[in-house]
């Protein structure tokens, strides 16, 4: 049976880390502040933001909210940003995505400035994490990072395998497992003999987006399981990438879903916020 890696627990305790610190900048006259811009009306979208201004309150950063209409023009959303980039009480800005269709997610990711691109999708950001010298890590990858770290599950030398190669968790996911000397091999959609690439990893990371992708004959017996994924099925229910009735009385450690990642990924964008403010504050 293997040992759940909770992304609760672990959350709460990075986020107390952060708690922390926002009261020691605060009496330096200092309040972290995150900006997060939903354009349109998708439902996960919308949790995801109201999930993210409750950390803030919770942590004691100001949040502003920008709810945009689908119908929201390129040319508003740039005029936003840029009205953002330049304001002082605003340290961090995150743009919600996927955006509507007839906007350019790549411009519209470009037009905030690295320093406030606590979401690290920034190319300049993009190329630093690459090197090894960064600011901010991706908020997902990095929060997987602290749950391995939390839990003392060492890295160098594992065979680590990553499944999708998206430039929000894929990539980066591979990129920081390389830091730490493991052995990574990304797969993909077009990646031959997925089962037998997948059994050889130590470390499995899913993120596919496929509701029980991850089979049990897919998962060397003891690997660690790191499930990415968030599928609603059709009851309702969420569900990760991972088959966790089937995987989980395989592998040595497994996350939940809900429980997992995605709390990580939240608690990982207060990090950053507060990075972004004190960088800003020269604190
Ligand atoms: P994406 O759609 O951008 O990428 C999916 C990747 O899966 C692609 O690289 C693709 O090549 C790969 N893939 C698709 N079919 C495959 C197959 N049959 N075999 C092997 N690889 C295959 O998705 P994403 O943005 O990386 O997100 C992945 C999942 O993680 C989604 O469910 C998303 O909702 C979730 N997610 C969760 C968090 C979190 O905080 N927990 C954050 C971001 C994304």
Redesign the pocket.
Known sequence: MAKLIDGKVISAAVKNEVATEVAALKEKGVTPGLAVIIVGEDP?SKV?VANKEKACEQLGMASFKYALPENTTENELLELINKLNNDSSVNGILCQLPLPRHLNEELIINSIIPEKDVDAFHPQNVGKIMIGNYDFLP??PA?IMEMLKYENIEIEGKECVV????????KPMSMLLLHKNGTVTV?????KN?KDVCRRADILV?????AN?VTADMVKPGAVVID????RLENGKLC??VNFAEVEPVASYITP?PG???????ATLMKNTLTAAKKQNNI
């Open positions: 996960a995801y908020c997902t929060g499944i999708g190669r998206s430039n929000i968790v894929g797969c993909h959609s077009r990646t997925l899913a993120a596919v987006g496929r992708f990415v994924g968030i599928n990760g990438d879903v997992g990642v995605g709390p990580m990924t939240i």
